[in-house]
């Protein structure tokens, strides 16, 4: 079958979402739209169990805890299920909205019923796959008081790649003693950490016995003649520790402890799906979210109700409209309202000239964003076309012509439009608005893979371009972020301009 578009719109519903939900779903995550056009794919297949998500609970209505205690009162734990970092949530955090649940499909049919005016947004983990046991429960562990002297505050690091195991992270000079206090490993589904329904935990007695029994068998294998093995990660050590000698306020003035590193908490964040690791792509707002509240939650289970967190969160990524919009940065800004916490962001691991492109279209004009796209790409590659106007919501219509020349038809807000080769969707461009990413006017267009996995479903390399039309009697500025394998030698962004009356 010939290359050919398919457009149609939200209102007709899609799966998994009908269109009876659609009342209840008024901030549609363009992702999920993407992700169930192409049955998700280019993230590992269709999900098995359970899914997690981030919400936002509406304005007024239920907070976190009271939600969580709704779904135990219902009995909806074989369809939705919430941790105790929400259910059951230090003092500091029980007016919180923000919070995360594992879901199956089936919750989605409880979108227009029993779930109906509770959600202000949610977003799916794309790129990650749930383990969780929806049987936990809550069992206290224990935890060692701070020593004295250290003030009240501990550095909580997060991140893909932490090793406890690491110099660095020493309570001595022998290594015989980490400062992390506790550790919770989002990877291990085998024994999941108590009230968190996945992963496993470490506290900070074990992590000591684990040092030692260590150092003894690489001093044997040293005393053998072989190579000794030290622990290590990425850039988390320097960064982890450059956070854990921050002095907090009590320890400004103590010239005594001045130098002395604070405790730490550890969470070696979820990895993404093989096939979107080398991709910048969506962030996994769940993972991240339930990261920062075990830090936090942990913290005052160490330190007591004053203590705070110095979180630092290395999950950047060029995705978000960045504004402070997006629902992870809502979530962490109201955890650091609280005053229980702060949260510190990468900034400079992506070459901007690869990845963002801007350009402004004056009224009843059109222009266009040259997005070159290599070929080899394992992964898919993504982009996010965020718009606003200088007079109130923009009126702008999309058209997507592929290398090949077989251009859609101009898709306007609320059009959904799919790129089909043999049945297979290429290209797929959400439309929709305002969605559940942020506050702005968002177009999403997903690209498969172009390499080659089975059968002829890939993009095709090349010069894809991305046409605006601006139908509002006001400029248009539209700011672009592509997300592509990110291990490849990328072509910067052309942003190509053109005035043209928007009738012709």
């Given at each position: 079958?010939s290359?050919h ?9 899609f799966e ?6 659609l009342?209840s ?25 359970r899914?997690p998500i ?8 239920d907070?976190?805890q ?12 074989h ?9 059951d949530?230090?003092a500091a ?11 199956t499909r ?25 383990h969780v046991?929806a ?9 060692a008081?701070?020593?004295e002297?250290?003030?009240?505050a ?7 790649d932490?090793?406890?195991t ?20 989002q ?5 999941p950490a ?12 074990q ?13 044997t294998?040293?005393a ?16 982890a520790?450059?956070?854990s ?17 604070l405790?730490m908490i550890?969470?070696q964040?979820?990895?993404r ?5 080398d991709a910048l ?15 936090v939650?942990?913290a005052?289970?160490?330190g007591g109700?004053?203590?705070?967190a110095l979180?630092s969160?290395n999950?950047?990524?060029v995705a978000?409209?960045q504004?402070g919009?997006?629902?992870i ?12 916490c702060?949260?510190?962001?990468p ?5 901007l ?11 009843r004009a059109?222009s266009?964003?040259r ?8 992964s ?15 009126a702008v219509d999309?058209?997507?012509v ?13 059009d959904?439009?799919?790129y ?9 461009v ?15 267009v997903?690209?498969?893979p172009t390499?080659?996995?089975?059968g002829m479903?890939?993009?095709?390399a ?12 006001a ?5 672009a972020?592509?997300q ?21």
């Amino acid at each position: 079958m010939s290359p050919h578009w398919e457009i149609g719109t939200a209102s007709e519903g899609f799966e998994p979402i009908a269109p009876r939900a659609l009342a209840s779903v008024v901030r549609i995550d363009p992702y999920i739209v993407w992700a169930s056009a192409t049955h998700y794919r280019d993230l590992g297949g269709m999900p098995r169990g359970r899914v997690p998500i981030a919400i936002e609970m509406k304005q007024g209505g239920d907070t976190a805890q009271q939600f969580a205690q709704t779904i135990e009162r219902n009995g909806w734990q074989h369809w939705i299920w919430m941790s105790a970092l929400y259910g059951d949530p230090p003092a500091a955090l029980e007016a919180t909205r923000f919070c995360t649940a594992h879901v199956t499909r089936e919750f989605y049919a409880h979108l227009h019923s029993d779930l109906a005016g509770k959600f202000e947004r949610f977003t799916e983990a794309l790129v990650i796959t749930s383990h969780v046991d929806a049987r936990a429960d809550r069992v206290p562990s224990t935890h060692a008081p701070m020593r004295e002297g250290l003030g009240n505050a501990i550095v909580g690091v997060c991140d893909e790649d932490i090793a406890f195991t690491h110099a660095r992270f020493s309570e001595d000079a022998a290594g015989s003693r980490t400062r992390f206090q506790c550790f919770w490993n989002q990877n291990d589904a085998a024994e999941p950490a108590a009230g968190l329904g996945y992963g496993s935990e470490l506290l900070k007695h074990q992590m000591d016995a684990m040092l030692n029994d260590a150092r003894l068998h690489a001093e044997t294998a040293h005393a053998a003649g072989g190579a000794r093995v030290y622990g290590f990660a990425h850039d988390g050590p320097a960064a982890a520790e450059l956070a854990s000698r921050y002095p907090s306020r009590a320890l400004r003035d103590a010239d005594a402890v001045r130098d002395t590193p604070l405790p730490m908490i550890g969470v070696q964040l979820k990895r993404r799906c093989r096939t979107m690791r080398d991709a910048l792509g969506p962030c996994p707002d769940a993972e991240v979210l339930d990261a920062v509240r075990y830090v936090v939650q942990r913290a005052q289970d160490i330190g007591g109700a004053a203590c705070h967190a110095l979180v630092s969160l290395n999950a950047g990524h060029v995705a978000w409209q960045q504004d402070g919009s997006s629902l992870i940065e809502g979530a962490l800004d109201e955890l650091m309202d609280t005053g229980a916490c702060s949260v510190v962001l990468p900034s400079g691991n992506a070459d901007l000239s690869h990845c963002r492109g801007a350009l402004k279209i004056a009224e009843r004009a059109e222009s266009a964003l040259r997005w070159p796209v290599r070929a080899h790409y394992a992964s898919p590659s993504l982009a996010e076309i965020w718009c606003s106007g200088d007079a109130g919501a923009p009126a702008v219509d999309v058209q997507i012509v592929p290398p090949d020349g077989v251009a859609s038809a101009w898709l306007t807000l609320g059009d959904i439009g799919t790129y089909t080769r043999g049945g297979d969707a290429i290209c797929t461009v959400v439309h929709l608005g305002r969605g559940a990413r942020g506050d702005g006017h968002m177009i999403l267009v997903a690209l498969a893979p172009t390499a080659a996995r089975g059968g002829m479903r890939r993009a095709a390399a090349g010069e894809w371009l991305i046409r605006l039309r601006n139908n509002a009697r006001a400029t248009l500025t539209a700011y672009a972020w592509m997300q592509c394998d990110e291990s490849s030698d990328e072509t910067p962004l052309v942003v190509q301009s053109h005035s043209r009356d928007g009738g012709n």
